[in-house]
T-cell receptor, first 114, second 112 residues
Framework: DTGVSQNPRHKITKRGQNVTFRCDPI?????LYWYRQTLGQGPEFLTY????????KSRLLSDRFSAERPKGSFSTLEIQRTEQGDSAMYLC????????????FGEGSWLTVV | SQQGEEDPQALSIQEGENATMNCSYK?????LQWYRQNSGRGLVHLIL?????REKHSGRLRVTLDTSKKSSSLLITASRAADTASYFC????????????FGKGTKLSVKP
């Protein structure tokens, strides 16, 4: 399957620890997005890349969050000094460059901060 | 912030019935996309409708778009228990770089 791949699928961590999620987009897609979703809500945009350039960041992306896409292929989302409010599903998506294209999502990475 | 609002928030129907979900948005759009999400899973893309289109079909799905009213609807005909899921509309703004803005979704329950 050549869909968007995310790992780990589930992560339980203690408050204050750092966590990192990885996303592998669909191979020919040069845009990659990160979203966060809490229970009962729709996904909220965090940031997106075009190739290796991070072009937009939401106000939701505090300074404890950092995302990278070093070679324009896979991306990582790191959360430092996790807080209980960070508990959510983190979704990665990818698309072709044209903003009118379908955006495909992965299965998400669940984070529980205890 | 979330742009769209789905209506109703929850919908419960019997298998075989049609389900209609509505979505309203606030700003001009490039396109509008509908997604399905099963509990605890990722989002599955259903249909993309562009701002210059009024209606699209895909299997048992029919999507309409009224840009003058800033609204869209998703119709699922002859529903099945497997259609039970949350459905989200998401818009790509006219001047944006392409990221989606989601509503809160409609939770559909189809009873066998």
């Amino acid at each position: 399957d050549t869909g968007v791949s995310q790992n780990p699928r589930h992560k339980i961590t203690k408050r204050g620890q750092n966590v990192t999620f990885r996303c592998d987009p669909i191979s020919e897609h040069n845009r990659l997005y990160w979203y966060r979703q809490t229970l009962g809500q729709g996904p909220e945009f965090l940031t997106y890349f075009q190739n290796e350039a991070q072009l937009e960041k939401s106000r939701l992306l505090s300074d404890r969050f950092s995302a990278e896409r070093p070679k324009g292929s896979f991306s990582t989302l790191e959360i430092q000094r996790t807080e209980q409010g960070d508990s959510a599903m983190y979704l990665c998506a990818s698309s072709l460059e044209d903003g009118g294209n379908t955006i495909y999502f992965g299965e998400g990475s669940w984070l529980t901060v205890v | 912030s979330q742009q769209g609002e789905e209506d109703p928030q929850a919908l419960s129907i019997q298998e075989g019935e049609n389900a209609t979900m509505n979505c309203s948005y606030k700003t001009s759009i490039n396109n509008l996309q509908w997604y399905r999400q099963n509990s605890g899973r990722g989002l599955v893309h259903l249909i993309l409708i562009r701002s210059n289109e009024r209606e699209k079909h895909s299997g048992r799905l029919r999507v309409t778009l009224d840009t003058s009213k800033k609204s869209s609807s998703l119709l699922i005909t002859a529903s099945r228990a497997a259609d039970t899921a949350s459905y989200f509309c998401a818009t790509v703004g006219g001047g944006s770089q392409g990221n989606l803005i989601f509503g809160k979704g409609t939770k559909l329950s189809v009873k066998p």
